[in-house]
């Protein structure tokens, strides 16, 4: 039972101690007998709050930074009308910042014997799972004298996804892979790896695609066109290391890589490929294997949507005994991590020979969009440091780059916002080249 700001300010005009009213208030009210018999009535007439029946229903999953509504729905057993307000809580990072008193609080007037529903509204800031929490009830008498109050345990969770930012460049990579494969009238001249068609020789044709024996049938030079081969198996690992914690601008190393991780995969089952994910830090954070081509993409949202950097250093060798079990016949590996020199030198670079040996490598990594800017800083002392100390950076970056390409390895390095495209554009040269 609990005294409301009404009921408090006809008490203090009152004038006969009554003293306390419940067990733990240490309060003592001057009030009159009518005022006391009516706030008797008052709270007798609230409707109980713990025998209400509450049940959730709504969405189940939700985009970073986009909304889901969950709906709450308020069953009212008793003989008496239920008029409350009610806080339907949630994590904080369930909302955006300053929203959530507006989002969470609701008033509801249910009638005896009938239900209603409230809906919650969640616009998520962070990935993963967002679980519900208490739903609390204040009933109200019907002069908003004093009121009841209780708690609900009401089982809930949304989960969060990757927002998939970068399916905006998939139009046009779909478009560029269709002209690899020969659906489009632009066909690709001398690559791939599978024969298409012959057609007539043009200046500027590999003289390697000419067709010497479909020459000699006719009175053209034939050169022979191809298409890129499908049903290569790609294999994407994500090292959830501590490296994938550092902030590439406003989102994490490992957001970014998730992204780039999503487009390619989007690309590569439109292609025919079959795409496989491991995350891998000391242990198995995420496996997707053997999904189909329409069910790839959800299944990697899925297994993502959860995985957050461990603030631990990658064992290389467990990442890379890994991959190669998972991945038993040749197959084209994505390494998304971090080009820091300390990680690749003592770590990468002694296991990368068991990786190259039997598979094609690709290394992508996230880089500092704050460097190249400080890179470009002039105008004071301070900011020629900065410009010396982000050249020093730059520079051994490229080193680690060189060692990787060295070991016959394909690396992309680029800011957040151009890695998920240059990996899409990776993965198509390759394939032009016939290194699938």
Not at 107 to 117: F, I, L, M
Not at 172 to 190: H, I, Q, Y
């Amino acid at each position: 039972m609990a005294l409301t700001g009404r009921a408090a300010l006809l008490a203090a005009l009152g004038s006969i101690p009554v003293g306390i009213l419940e067990p733990g208030w240490t309060g003592v009210l001057a009030v009159n007998a009518p005022l006391v018999l009516a706030c008797a009535c008052d709270f007798a007439l609230a409707a109980p709050v713990r025998r209400l029946v509450l049940s959730r229903s709504g969405d189940t999953s939700a985009r970073l930074n986009e909304t889901a509504d969950v709906t709450l729905t308020i069953t009212n057993p008793t003989g008496r009308l239920l008029r409350a307000r009610l806080r339907d809580a949630w994590p904080p990072s369930s909302w955006q910042p300053g929203t959530e008193v507006e989002s969470s609080r609701h008033r509801v007037t249910v009638p005896a014997g009938e239900r209603r529903r409230v809906t919650t509204r969640l616009r998520p800031t962070r990935r993963g799972d967002r679980q519900a929490d208490r739903v609390t009830i204040r009933s109200y008498g019907p002069l908003g004298l004093f009121s009841r109050q209780g708690t609900h345990k009401v089982p809930w969770t949304v989960r969060v996804l990757p927002p998939f930012t970068s399916r905006k460049h998939l139009p046009s990579k779909l478009a560029r892979l269709r002209e690899l494969d020969g659906r489009t009238s632009v066909l690709t001249r001398g690559e791939g790896t599978e024969f298409d068609s012959l057609r007539e020789y043009v200046p500027g044709d590999d003289t390697r695609s000419i067709d010497w024996r479909a020459t000699a049938r006719q009175s053209t030079v034939a050169v022979r066109t191809w298409r890129p081969e499908r049903d290569r198996h790609i294999l994407l690992v994500l090292d959830t290391g501590r490296t994938s914690a550092g902030r590439m601008g406003d989102i994490p190393r490992l957001d970014a890589s998730l992204d780039a991780a999503l487009l390619l995969a989007a690309l590569a089952s439109r292609a025919g490929d079959r795409v496989d994910l491991l995350a891998y830090d000391r242990r198995v954070r995420a496996l997707v294997q053997g999904r189909s081509a329409g069910d790839v993409l959800p299944s990697l949202v899925n297994a993502m949507a959860t995985l957050e950097p461990e603030l631990v250093e990658t064992d290389a060798r467990g990442l890379t005994a890994t991959a190669l079990r998972t991945a038993p016949r040749r197959s084209l590996i994505v390494l998304l991590t971090t080009l820091d020199a300390a990680p690749v030198e003592q770590g990468l670079l002694p296991v990368l020979p068991q990786l190259t040996q039997r598979h094609t490598v690709l290394v992508a990594s996230v880089a500092d969009p704050h460097i190249a800017q400080m890179a470009q800083a002039r105008g004071d002392a301070e900011a020629v440091y900065e410009a010396a100390a982000a050249a020093q950076a730059q520079s051994e970056r490229q080193r680690t780059t060189e060692q990787l390409r060295r070991h016959g390895v394909t690396v992309v390095d680029a800011t957040p916002d151009d890695l998920a495209p240059a990996l899409a554009d990776a993965y198509l040269a390759l394939k032009a080249a016939g290194r699938l």
